[in-house]
């Protein structure tokens, strides 16, 4: 009798012992389940989010438009500016985008057609430029990197804005005008600008060099009245940005117009380094570069505008010859029928001297200048 109820115990807890295994099977079975559809749904959000990031992706580089599949050569000898037309014009036509030139040698010129729309249109270059700019000396110039040139000595601009066919009240393009990573070139003692956006509506710049294809302290100076860039002209609307961008060579640099907000600016070696012109609403500039210009900053319309830090270097003695002669400086400020009004903050250097207090007006009475350090403003610096 004992015996057998040993037996039934014995049954008994080997049965309990095939249930608790039974039971820790069923429960490890539905955490891998549990587990498993966790994994499958993990993977299938993982699907669709790539999807959605291949669709975006897809989206995007259908608005990048390579210039060498509309026929550009980047080989320095191409005259390109049919292709690179046949190119804006895709642009243009799928309501804006980026036109990409990579790098290489491209000679021609871009026209940017006017439009009645709002839309982008960005110029972009695979590299950014060395802005070769200085004071003395000679240094080869770069071959190498995005570099668009036209050595033409008329017409329009090596890249330019339209107006629109119709130009009804309208006096400039509805393009918002992106240009980054260029080096844009024309000759010597140029007779066409680098980079005339007037008739734009808006515009950004940045990482942008534009010259005369040689060292700047080597150039001749500037007959002819082109112009490194031109901004957006007064009531188009206009917004400029400008960002990291080097002009030298030119009458003058940059024409400023209205709206302009730059940073880390330099103008070189032209007849007016930056020149403001009529405006309705005030421009600000950070830090501008002013170097061996004629004038560093001329007025030649009413304009309210500050330079937050204007760094100045003028050629000292033996830094000039009968070539670049035109380089000595005449005056920090040009503004001779006193049409600026303007805040300037100031520090110059005089090359193989350092730096000096001296700062040139020829006019400006409503513009007041302070010598970084200086207690306050003022407008009594040397006058012509």
Same mark, same amino acid.
């Given at each position: 009798m004992l015996a057998l109820r040993n037996r039934i115990k014995n049954i008994v807890e080997f049965s309990s012992i095939k249930l608790a295994a039974f039971s820790l099977l069923i429960l490890i079975l539905a955490c891998n389940e549990k587990e498993e559809s966790h994994r499958r749904n993990h993977?299938?959000?993982? +699907?669709?989010?790539?999807? *959605?990031? +291949?669709?975006?992706?897809?989206?995007?580089?259908?608005?990048i438009f390579n210039v060498l599949d509309y026929g550009a050569m980047g080989d320095d000898q191409t005259d390109n500016t049919k292709a690179f037309s046949a190119c804006m014009k895709a642009v243009i036509e799928s309501g804006g985008g980026r036109m990409f030139l990579p790098d290489g040698v491209y000679r021609g010129r871009i026209i940017i057609p006017g439009t009645k729309k709002w839309i982008t249109v960005e110029i972009a270059g695979e590299s950014e430029p060395t802005p070769v700019f200085g004071t003395i000396g000679s240094i080869p110039f770069p071959k190498n990197g995005t570099i668009l040139k036209c050595l033409s000595k008329s017409g329009p601009a090596v890249i330019s804005a339209a107006n629109t066919p119709e130009k009804l009240y309208l006096t400039f393009s509805g393009a918002y005008v992106i240009i980054e990573n260029l080096d844009v070139r024309t000759y010597d003692n140029p007779g066409i600008s680098g980079i005339d956006l007037k008739h734009a509506a808006q515009c950004k710049l940045e990482n942008v060099f534009v010259n005369t294809d040689l060292y700047n302290v080597q150039a001749s100076k500037p007959t002819l009245g082109a112009n490194g860039l031109v901004t957006p002209a007064c009531n188009n609307g206009a917004l400029t940005v400008l960002r990291n961008v080097t002009v030298t060579g030119y009458h003058s640099g940059i024409v400023v117009n209205e709206h302009t907000d730059g940073d880390n600016i330099v103008v070189a070696s032209n007849i007016n380094g930056l020149e403001f012109q009529q405006a309705h609403h005030a421009s600000r500039f950070a830090r501008v570069g002013t170097y061996r210009n004629t004038h560093q900053v001329t007025v030649s319309?009413?304009?309210?505008?500050?330079?937050?830090?204007?760094?100045?270097?003028?050629?000292? *003695?033996?830094?000039? +010859?009968?070539? +670049?002669?035109?380089?000595?400086?005449?005056s920090d400020i040009n503004d001779p029928k006193n049409l600026g009004i303007a805040d300037i903050n100031y520090w110059v250097v005089e090359g193989n001297v350092g730096a000096v207090d001296k700062f040139i007006r020829n006019g400006g009475a409503s513009i007041r200048t302070r010598r970084i350090g200086s207690a306050k403003a003022t407008d009594k610096s040397k006058r012509k």
């Open positions: 993977v299938e959000l993982s +699907n669709q989010k790539n999807s *959605r990031v +291949n669709e975006k992706t897809f989206t995007i580089n259908s608005q319309g009413r304009h309210g505008f500050s330079i937050e830090q204007m760094n100045t270097e003028m050629p000292g *003695r033996g830094q000039t +010859n009968t070539e +670049n002669a035109w380089q000595t400086l005449v």
